[in-house]
């Protein structure tokens, strides 16, 4: 979306100077009319950012030392608790007749 919004003021900037340069009012006339379509379109990308930004959850290492802090400090006969791990640290298990396996959440990012 970012690149949507320089692409916009990219041509808005330019139809500015087609503006500026015009000398057929006619022309110049349709050229005002495009100018609200592209701020209106302008206004619509910042929403969406905006929009975008605000579900974006920002992870910090205080918030995850905090997260990890407070599992380890639960009971671990609550059987809701044991499904909270579940949720957290597995991401598949697979179950085969003489074996299982069983994949875990992790990231190489540090």
Do not use: G, W
Request: net charge positive.
């Amino acid at each position: 979306m970012k690149t949507e919004i320089s692409e916009n003021e990219r041509k808005h900037k330019n139809l500015i100077n087609a503006i500026m340069e015009c000398d057929i009012d006619s022309v110049r006339k349709s050229l005002y009319l495009e100018v609200p379509k592209l701020e209106q379109e302008y206004l619509q990308l910042k929403k969406e950012i905006a929009l975008e930004e605000k579900s974006y959850l920002a992870l910090t290492v205080p918030k995850v030392k905090f997260f990890l802090n407070d599992l380890k400090k639960r009971n671990i006969n609550d059987i809701k608790y044991r499904k909270t791990l579940i949720r957290v640290f597995v991401n598949k298990i697979y179950l085969y007749d003489n074996r299982i396996t069983i994949i875990f959440n992790s990231s190489d990012r540090l």
